[in-house]
C-alpha cells in the first residue's frame, strides 16, 4: 500500500476530541484519524465493475430528496435495457448506492433497508 502525506489544520475542539479517544482507546492519535477517516468515507465502488462507476458516481450529484426517489424506484437510470446492466441487476445497485449515499450523508435507513448498506 503506497502512503501519502497531507497537512491539515483542525479546529481545536476537533483535535482535543480525537486526542481524548486516542488516550482513552490506548491507540496512537494517527489510528484514530485514520479510522475516522475511513469510517465518514462515501461509499466505495471497489467491488462494483468499472464500467458502471460513472454512472453511479453521478448519483452524488443528487439532492437528497432525489436519491430517496432513487431508492424507491421512482428515479430509474436511463442505461439499463443492455445486456450487462441487466445481467449486474444495475437497477438495484443503483438503488443500493443511492442507500448508501443517503446514509453516508446523515440520514437513518429505514429497517428494512438497513441491511442492505452495512
Not at 32 to 42: A, D, E, F, H, Y
Not at 74 to 79: H, M, Q
Amino acid at each position: 500500500m503506497n502512503i501519502r502525506s497531507i497537512s491539515i489544520d483542525l479546529p481545536e475542539n476537533l483535535y482535543a476530541d480525537l486526542q481524548d479517544v486516542a488516550q482513552a482507546a490506548g491507540m496512537p492519535l494517527e489510528k484514530v484519524i485514520l479510522q475516522s477517516i475511513r469510517t465518514g468515507m462515501p461509499p466505495s465502488l471497489s467491488k462494483v465493475p468499472a464500467t458502471f462507476h460513472p454512472e453511479l458516481l453521478a448519483l452524488n450529484k443528487l439532492s437528497d430528496r432525489d436519491l430517496i426517489r432513487v431508492v424507491e424506484g421512482e428515479l430509474t437510470p436511463e442505461t439499463t435495457d443492455d445486456e450487462q446492466h441487466r445481467k449486474a441487476d444495475f437497477r438495484s445497485l443503483r438503488r443500493i448506492y443511492a442507500l448508501s449515499l443517503l446514509k453516508w450523508r446523515g440520514h437513518p435507513i429505514p429497517m428494512p433497508y438497513e441491511s442492505l448498506v452495512d
